[in-house]
C-alpha cells in the first residue's frame, strides 16, 4: 500500500510496561497500514494489545522501538500535531453527568478549540446524526447507556477529524443502540471521507469493516478484508441439533471437550454452529455420533477468528473447564423448584415508573436472562431480584425468603457479579477473596480450602498476590466470579458479565455457567449480546419497564414472525413492534 493512501503506517512497533519486577511486551513487533478513507478493525482477545496500539496512534504514549506516521507525520516526534487533527474514544469516555447534552458539547469544543462561529452548525447536525436534538437539555447522567455512547462520540466529533479511534465504542449498548452507532459511523465515513480505526470485541461488527487485524499477546496475526479471513474457516462449519429434550449449550459443551476433532461450538437458533478440525473428516468425529446429520453453514469472520486461534495454541486454553455430564431436564418440568418468584412487581422513582406490575418464576438450576434496550427497566429488576434495591410494590421471594421483609437473610444464599469491577482494587486477588470469604461468613480451614479451590478452577493462583486493580479485564472478571461463589450460593447473578469480552473469553465463561447450572446452582443473567441468549433456559425482554416476552429462546424467536431464526433480529422486532403499539395507542 502507497504512502498516498495510508493514513496510519507501522513499521516493527515494540512496547513494553512494567508490572511490578516483571516487564511485560504489549507489541512485538507490529507493522500495518490503515487505509485512507475506509473502516478498519483491531480484533483479538483480552490483553492482545488492542487499547495499546490506539494509544500510540493517537500520540498518548510513545513506542518502545519501530516507527508510526500518521497523516504523514512521525507520531513520536509531533504528538501535539497529530492529536490536533484526529479523535479518539476511550473505552471510558468522560462526560461530565451532572451537565447537559448541550453544556457537554459546549466543554468538549472549548477544550479544542472549536471556534464560535462553527459550534451551531456543527452541534446541530451531530445532534440530528446522533437523534438527540430533542434531549439537549437534559443531564447526561439520565441518559441510558446508549444514548452516552452516542453523545461521547457527539463530544469526540466537536471538530471535524481526518481520523477518528473507536476503542469498543459499543460495550455495554443493546441492539437497536448499536445498530444506530454503526449507521452514524458508516455515514460519517460516507459524507466526510472519514478514516476510521475501532477495536471490538464483536466480530460482526468488524465483518462490515474494509480491513480488519488480528492481534493475539502483542502480536500481528493476520490482517485483511473479512470475506479473507473468513476462508480460513469455509468448508469447515457446521450446524447440528442436539438430542430432543436437551439446551443446545450441552451439546456444545460436549464439542468443546473434544478438541481434537472441533476447534469451536457456539448455540445459535436452537441448534450449535461447530467448526471441524480441517484435518478430520466430518464421518470420523465421534462426539457427532447419535445426533441427526450435520448441515453444511457458510464461514463467518468469527469462525476464521476461531481458526485463527486454534493455530496459535495446540489446544485453546478453557480457564472454566468443568465439563458438564448427564441429561438436562427440561426446564418446564413441574418437578424443579421455583427459587425466585415475582409477582407484580413495581418500582417508581418519584412520578418514573422503571418496572411496572413484572411477573414470572425462576426454577432450580435454571439459566434464565433478562434482556431489554438501555434504559428499559431490566437492571431496576435485576438489583431488586438482589435484593439491592426495595420494591415499590409487589412480592418478591428469592430462595424462599421474602425480599421486601428479610434482605439480609436472602443476600446470604445469592452470589453477585456486578457489570462493572467491584472489588477492593487495592487488595490483591488473594486478599479480596479472604475479606468476602469472612463477609460471607466463612472462617479457618473452610475458608482456606474454598479460596484455595477457587484460585485453581479459575486459573488465578500465578496472579493471586497481584492488586485487583491491575489484573487484565478477563483476570477480573475470573476473580469477581471467584469471589462470587466462594460461599456456595443458590443463586448465581451476574450483571452484563461478558460486556466486552473476545469470543474466546465468552466460551470458556459459558462453558462454567453451564456446569454450575448442571450442578444444580440457579444463574440470572443480564446480557446485550443477544447470541448469549442462546444458552439461557427461558428469557424474558423488557422495555419501557414493561414484560414484552417470556419463554424459551425458541418461542421468543418466534413470537409473532416465524420467519426470524436469530436472536438479535427477533429482540429487535419484539421491542420495535411494542414500541410501535405504544405510540399508536399515545395517538
Given amino acids: 500500500m502507497s504512502a498516498s493512501v495510508a493514513t496510519v503506517q507501522a513499521v516493527d512497533l515494540v512496547k513494553h510496561f512494567r508490572v511490578g519486577a516483571r516487564q511485560q511486551t504489549a507489541l512485538e513487533g507490529i507493522s500495518l497500514d490503515i487505509p485512507q478513507g475506509k473502516l478498519s478493525a483491531l480484533v483479538g482477545p483480552d490483553g492482545a494489545g488492542k487499547t495499546t496500539l490506539l494509544r500510540l496512534i493517537a500520540g498518548l504514549m510513545k513506542a518502545d522501538q519501530g516507527q508510526l506516521n500518521v497523516l504523514g507525520l512521525d507520531v513520536a516526534a509531533h504528538p501535539q500535531q497529530v492529536q490536533d487533527r484526529i479523535s479518539y474514544m476511550p473505552q471510558k469516555f468522560g462526560l461530565y453527568e451532572d451537565l447537559t447534552i448541550q453544556e457537554n458539547l459546549e466543554l468538549y469544543a472549548d477544550l479544542h478549540g472549536v471556534p464560535a462561529q462553527q459550534r451551531d ?68 465515513i460516507e459524507q466526510e471521507n472519514l478514516t476510521v480505526l475501532i477495536s471490538t470485541a464483536y466480530m460482526d461488527e468488524a465483518q462490515r469493516c474494509a480491513q480488519v487485524f488480528v492481534l493475539y499477546q502483542g502480536r500481528l496475526i493476520a490482517q485483511g478484508p473479512p470475506a479473507q479471513l473468513c476462508e480460513l474457516a469455509q468448508g469447515l462449519c457446521y450446524g447440528v441439533a442436539p438430542r430432543s429434550g436437551n ?7 460436549h464439542l468443546l471437550d473434544d478438541r481434537e476433532h472441533i476447534v469451536d461450538a457456539v448455540p445459535e437458533g436452537g441448534k450449535v454452529r461447530f467448526i471441524r478440525n480441517a484435518q478430520v473428516p466430518l464421518q470420523d468425529i465421534p462426539s457427532l455420533d447419535g445426533l441427526s446429520a450435520p448441515e453444511a453453514l457458510q464461514a463467518r469472520l468469527e469462525d476464521g477468528f476461531m481458526v485463527l486461534l486454534r493455530q496459535q495454541v495446540a489446544a485453546v486454553t478453557l480457564p472454566f473447564d468443568t465439563p458438564p455430564s448427564g441429561d438436562s431436564q427440561d426446564a418446564a418440568d413441574a418437578g424443579r423448584a421455583v427459587v425466585i418468584e415475582v409477582r407484580d412487581l413495581v418500582r417508581k422513582f418519584g412520578d418514573f415508573t422503571a418496572v411496572a406490575s413484572t411477573s414470572f418464576e425462576v426454577l432450580k438450576g435454571e439459566i434464565f436472562g433478562l434482556l431489554g434496550p438501555n434504559g428499559a427497566g431490566k437492571t431496576t429488576t435485576f438489583r431488586m431480584l438482589c435484593g439491592l434495591l426495595p420494591a415499590s410494590s409487589g412480592q418478591l421471594e428469592v430462595a424462599g425468603v421474602n425480599l421486601r421483609t428479610a434482605r439480609a437473610a436472602a443476600r446470604r444464599k445469592i452470589g453477585y457479579v456486578s457489570q462493572k469491577f467491584a472489588l477492593y482494587a487495592n487488595l490483591s486477588a488473594l486478599e479480596n477473596l479472604r475479606f468476602f470469604g469472612g463477609a460471607y461468613g466463612l472462617h479457618g480451614a473452610q475458608l482456606k480450602a474454598r479460596m484455595a479451590l477457587m484460585l485453581e478452577q479459575f486459573d ?109 433480529s427477533a429482540f429487535i422486532a419484539v421491542v420495535e413492534r411494542a414500541r410501535a403499539q405504544a405510540s399508536a395507542r399515545v395517538q
Wanted: net charge negative; hydrophobic share 40%.
Fill in 121 to 188: 452548525e456543527r452541534f446541530a447536525r451531530l445532534l440530528q446524526m446522533m437523534d438527540l436534538t430533542r434531549f439537549r437539555g437534559r443531564l447526561a447522567g439520565q441518559l441510558s447507556g446508549g444514548m452516552k455512547q452516542k453523545l461521547g462520540l457527539a463530544c469526540t466529533l466537536v471538530r471535524s477529524p481526518q481520523l477518528l479511534l473507536l476503542d469498543e465504542p459499543t460495550v455495554g449498548v443493546d441492539p437497536l443502540s448499536r445498530r444506530e452507532l454503526w449507521s452514524i459511523i458508516e455515514q460519517l
Fill in 247 to 253: 439446551p443446545a449449550r450441552l451439546l456444545q459443551a
Fill in 460 to 568: 488465578l493462583d500465578e496472579h493471586k498476590h497481584l492488586r485487583s486493580g491491575e489484573l487484565p479485564g478477563g483476570y477480573k472478571q475470573r476473580l469477581a466470579m471467584a469471589v462470587a461463589l466462594l460461599h456456595e450460593p443458590e443463586i448465581l447473578f451476574l450483571d452484563e458479565p461478558t460486556s466486552g469480552i473476545d469470543p474466546l473469553a465468552r466460551r470458556a465463561f459459558w462453558r462454567r455457567i453451564t456446569a454450575l447450572a448442571q450442578s444444580g446452582t440457579t444463574i440470572v443473567i443480564t446480557t446485550h449480546f443477544m447470541e448469549e441468549a442462546e444458552y439461557c433456559d427461558r428469557i424474558v425482554i423488557q422495555d419501557a419497564g414493561r414484560l414484552l416476552a417470556l419463554g424459551t429462546p425458541e418461542q421468543v424467536r418466534h413470537q409473532g414472525d416465524e420467519s426470524l431464526a436469530d436472536m438479535n
